[in-house]
């Protein structure tokens, strides 16, 4: 099975500030033929199911605004969450659909600092 | 509007049984995988099962193989998790989720009903 590591556990941010998380995957996730990543991030608020922020390791989802922002290639991904907004705080997880069993990384606790 | 509605959840004892159910609307059902996903208590996603769109292929984690089945039934526009021999680390609320693209084997989950919880205890 493919593990994904995220780092770190949890970050408080200034609100205006750049947050940062990284995600490792065991394996690559990166398929030859087609040149994607199969790797997707979520943000999950209290008491709400998730919601898809950026799949294909990079391409934003519709109606998401474009302070979130995924990059990374292989095993090593990274989200991006520019000038940190009070309705960010949420935990935020990747998750790999390079093949079954699809798995998701531990999370990510956002703060406001 | 694109929508996933889930019931069936409920208490139910160890060894017990349960049929999940996943209604879907807005869109055409029969063009996209389907997942089940679940979260326990204070814990992280977990993902659980899913089924191609005809319902031909279908994937299980490792804990639920040979107690869980999904399934389908494109004409009535659901999906299903039939739960058996349930184990306390089973208990979760079950989301169950949809593809954001359908030409795609797998692309990640656009759509996400608000979960049903299982609670598996004596």
């Known amino acids: 099975d493919i593990v994904l590591t995220q780092s770190p556990d949890s970050l408080a941010v200034s609100l205006g500030e750049r947050a940062t998380i990284n995600c490792k995957s065991s394996?690559?996730?990166?398929?030859?033929?087609?040149?994607?990543?199969?790797l997707a991030w979520y943000q999950q608020k209290p008491g709400q199911p998730p919601k898809l922020l950026i799949y294909?390791?990079?391409t934003r989802e519709s109606g998401v605004t474009d302070r979130f922002s995924g990059s990374g290639s292989g095993t090593d991904f990274t989200l991006t969450i520019n000038s940190l907004q009070a309705e960010d705080v949420a935990v935020y997880y990747c998750q790999q659909y390079y093949y079954a069993p699809l798995t998701f990384g531990g999370g990510t606790k956002v703060e406001i600092k | 509007e694109v929508q996933l509605v889930e019931s069936g959840g409920g208490l139910v004892q160890p060894g017990g049984s349960l049929r999940l159910s996943c209604a879907a609307s807005g869109f055409t059902f029969s063009r996209y995988w389907m997942s089940w996903v679940r979260q326990a208590p204070g814990k992280g996603l977990e993902w659980v099962a899913n089924i191609k769109k005809d319902g031909s292929e279908k994937y299980y984690v490792d804990s639920v193989k040979g107690r869980f089945t999904i399934s389908r039934d494109n004409a009535k526009n659901s999906l299903y998790l039939q739960m058996n021999s349930l184990r306390a680390e089973d208990t979760a609320v079950y989301y169950c989720?949809?593809?954001?693209?359908?030409?795609?084997?797998?692309?990640?989950?656009?759509?996400w009903g608000q979960g049903t919880l299982v609670t598996v205890s004596s």
């Open positions: 394996q690559s996730v990166l398929y030859s033929s087609n040149n994607k990543n199969y």
């Open positions: 294909w390791a990079s």
């Open positions: 989720a949809r593809e954001t693209e359908d030409y795609q084997i797998w692309s990640g989950y656009g759509c």
